[in-house]
């Protein structure tokens, strides 16, 4: 029996608070298993477009489904299957959580109270931190840690709970090239190793290039969706970045080099 679509959206339109547009007649299907970027400049709605996948924003216009689950009426559900990194977490660094207590959260929240970590939790939960190099400082307070090094824990949280979908909002925003690229290792590892879905909201494609399968290239509305050297075209990155956009062909693929930089604010 052939899986329900990964991501399915139907003329998708949605506002900011402010009642701005923030994505525009969007309509697109993404099969599984699949690693997926969504790509584009700051303020171009790719974070505005996870958060309609996760239920958190509701669409004035059309319909979106995750795994088969409409994102309004089914919400619950899709957040049950789903292992979220958000762009700006709400982890209060004035609380006294070590290392380790951050990451086993990825396995205790989908438990029912009272959430206590049996021994496969603590298992799962170090062998995430052992992906991304943060094992040894499991019992260092989670807010002694430098940028870098709290975003690869928050990956491990992730990467140590369950579900057939992780969904990553600019995990390599803010960090060094290190942890950068043990973020990258881990999470095409896993994917690889699990066949878990993984969806990434990026604004540079190029660190990812070889791990993805389709890519949602935005701006506000989707201007291209493809595989990474599809959407690499100069007239598609002239849609999006301007005619500064430039590709760069190496080894058989296809890079962008853009003014584009920083995390984006929706």
Do not use: W
Request: hydrophobic content about 40%.
């Amino acid at each position: 029996m052939k899986s329900a679509p990964l991501l399915e959206a139907n003329n998708v339109s949605v506002r900011y608070a402010n009642g701005e547009v923030a994505l525009r007649n969007l309509t697109f299907q993404v099969d599984q298993p699949s690693f997926v970027a969504i790509v584009g400049p700051n303020g171009s709605g790719k974070s505005t477009l996870l958060k309609t996948a996760l239920g958190l924003l509701e669409p004035y216009q059309g319909d979106m489904r995750v795994l088969g689950f409409d994102t309004i009426s089914q919400s619950a559900s899709i957040r049950k299957r789903v292992r979220y990194v958000p762009q700006r977490d709400r982890i209060q660094l004035t609380v006294p959580l070590k290392v380790k207590d951050i990451a086993v959260m990825g396995r205790l929240l989908k438990k029912s109270p009272p959430r206590s970590a049996s021994d496969e939790d603590i298992n799962r939960t170090h062998e995430a931190l052992e992906m991304v190099n943060m094992d040894e400082l499991s019992d260092r307070p989670f807010n002694e840690l430098s940028g870098g090094q709290r975003q690869r824990v928050l990956v491990a949280r992730a990467l140590a709970g369950e579900g057939p979908l992780m969904m990553l909002d600019e995990p390599l925003a803010g960090t060094d090239a290190e942890s950068q690229n043990l973020i990258v290792d881990a999470l095409g590892e896993y994917h690889k190793d699990t066949g878990v879905n993984v969806i990434m909201v990026t604004h540079d494609l190029n660190p990812i290039h070889t791990l993805v399968k389709d890519v949602l290239m935005m701006k506000n509305s989707l201007v291209g969706i493809g595989t990474p050297c599809d959407v690499m075209d100069p007239k598609v990155l002239e849609k999006v970045y301007g005619p500064g956009a430039r590709v760069l062909e190496y080894a058989g693929h296809r890079y962008c080099v853009t003014r584009d930089s920083g995390v984006d604010r929706h």
